[in-house]
């Protein structure tokens, strides 16, 4: 699984030789701090519009910023080597910003893939996806229990309440 966790600057090179073959690189990103089957099913489908799939993992310290001090639960190591292990993930990336947008411009993919509680319009680097040509896309949301780490939270707190 760790030929699969790269660094972004050799990330960036492989990426180039694939797009040069003429292959389509999509682009997701997310903390991804206890992977579900709605995570899943999710890479899944972004997979299916393009060729080789690039999951950019929130950093510990962003995820942090973003969902609290209790947060994350799994450490970016393992939460990269997890995503790595699933056979739709080519590549996985760990990134320290809050959003995004400084690794798209870095890595430079041909589509960008959010899901459904995004609207592509409020998607972070469509500006450079699309300025380059590529295509951005927003996937239906994925509706259930499992489709939310902080709904799967809030479930184990309530069962195990004591």
Not at 6 to 20: M, P, S
Not at 54 to 77: F, M, T
Not at 118 to 125: E, F, L, S
Request: proline share 3%; charged share 30%.
């Amino acid at each position: 699984m760790k030929e699969k966790f790269k660094g972004r600057e050799e990330l960036k090179k492989i990426l180039a030789d694939h797009q040069k073959t003429g292959k389509k690189i999509v682009f997701t990103n997310g903390c991804y701090d206890l992977i579900h089957v709605g995570h899943v099913r999710y890479l899944k489908e972004a997979k299916s519009h393009g060729d080789i799939l690039v999951v950019a993992v929130n950093s510990d310290s962003s995820v942090q910023k973003l969902k609290g001090e209790k947060r994350p639960l799994i450490p970016e190591q393992e939460r990269a080597e997890v995503l790595s292990a699933l056979s739709c993930v080519d590549y996985v990336v760990i990134f320290d910003e809050v959003d995004p947008h400084n690794i798209i411009s870095y890595l430079k993919p041909d589509v960008l893939v959010k899901g459904g509680d995004w609207t592509v319009d409020t998607i972070i680097g469509r500006d450079v996806v699309e300025a380059s040509g590529g295509k951005v896309i927003s996937l239906p949301y994925i509706e259930g229990d499992f489709s939310s780490t902080s709904k799967i939270i809030e479930r184990i707190v309530e069962r195990y309440r004591k």
